[in-house]
């Protein structure tokens, strides 16, 4: 099981860290992706980060803004978020797939899924 954590409210140009933990298990040698939901959207692909975090992907919308990352002591994946738009609103949610995703983006290749946390960015 996924839990996130680290959502909140954040002003224009703020900044949020948001953190996937697995609860009872490992994270080590999976691939793990943090999706958001906006309200009216699908669900989109953010970010995602390979089991040695040295393969990464970020959405154009995020990419130079948002960072990911694994924290391998904390058995925790982080999302940092710079630079917070009202247009990062969002429910987000991390994943995780078992092998290698085909696409980083299609949802079917994601075993495990958090409840996600909420971000809202507004003044």
């Known amino acids: 099981q996924l839990v996130e954590s680290g959502g909140g409210l954040a002003q224009p140009g703020g900044s949020l860290r948001l953190s996937c933990a697995a609860s009872?298990?490992?994270?080590?040698?999976?691939?793990i992706a943090w999706f958001r939901q906006a309200p009216g959207k699908e669900r989109e692909l953010v970010a995602g980060?390979?089991?040695?975090?040295?393969?990464?992907y970020y959405a154009d919308s995020v990419k130079g803004r948002f960072t990911v990352s694994r924290d391998s002591a904390k058995n925790t994946v982080v999302l940092d978020m710079n630079r917070l738009k009202p247009e990062d609103t969002a429910v987000y949610y991390c994943?995780?797939?078992?092998?290698?995703?085909?696409?980083?983006?299609?949802?079917?290749?994601?075993?495990?899924w958090g409840q996600g946390t909420l971000v809202t960015v507004s003044s």
């Open positions: 994943a995780a797939a078992e092998s290698r995703p085909v696409r980083w983006s299609a949802e079917e290749e994601y075993n495990y």
């Open positions: 009872g298990g490992t994270l080590d040698y999976i691939f």
């Open positions: 980060i390979n089991w040695s975090g040295r393969v990464t």
